[in-house]
């Protein structure tokens, strides 16, 4: 069974930084795809960014491109999200996602809350 633990979240001011990590454990990830996603209250759910594990290609939002930064660490299996340059519309629960590329399994972590104050 795959399991997703976050951590990291936590308030900051504006123009900070922060760093989620998700520790992945259950299964080997070389066909997955792992990210993270945000979401405020009656907002849905948005792609934040993600990574391949094969080959680490990356993928941005453009609301947070060239201020965050994914990376993984194979060893650890684990994925990080490095947050520089808060803004307080980052404020949001952070949720890592896991998908297993060519199917319609994923996973997704408890959440953890990123609040940035102005």
């Known amino acids: 069974q795959v399991q997703l633990v976050e951590s990291g979240g936590g308030l900051v001011q504006a123009g900070g930084s922060l760093r989620l990590s998700c520790a992945a454990s259950g299964r080997t990830f070389r066909s997955h795809v792992m990210g993270w996603f945000r979401q405020t209250p009656g907002k849905e759910r948005e792609f934040v960014a993600r990574?391949?594990?094969?080959?680490?290609?990356?993928y941005y939002a453009d609301s947070v491109k060239g201020r965050f930064t994914i990376s993984r660490d194979d060893a650890k299996n684990t994925v990080y999200l490095q947050m520089n340059s808060l803004k307080p519309e980052d404020t949001a629960v952070y949720y890592c996602?896991?998908?297993?590329?060519?199917?319609?399994?994923?996973?997704w972590g408890q959440g953890t809350q990123v609040t940035v104050s102005s």
């Open positions: 990574i391949f594990w094969s080959g680490g290609a990356t």
């Open positions: 996602h896991v998908g297993e590329l060519g199917t319609a399994s994923d996973y």
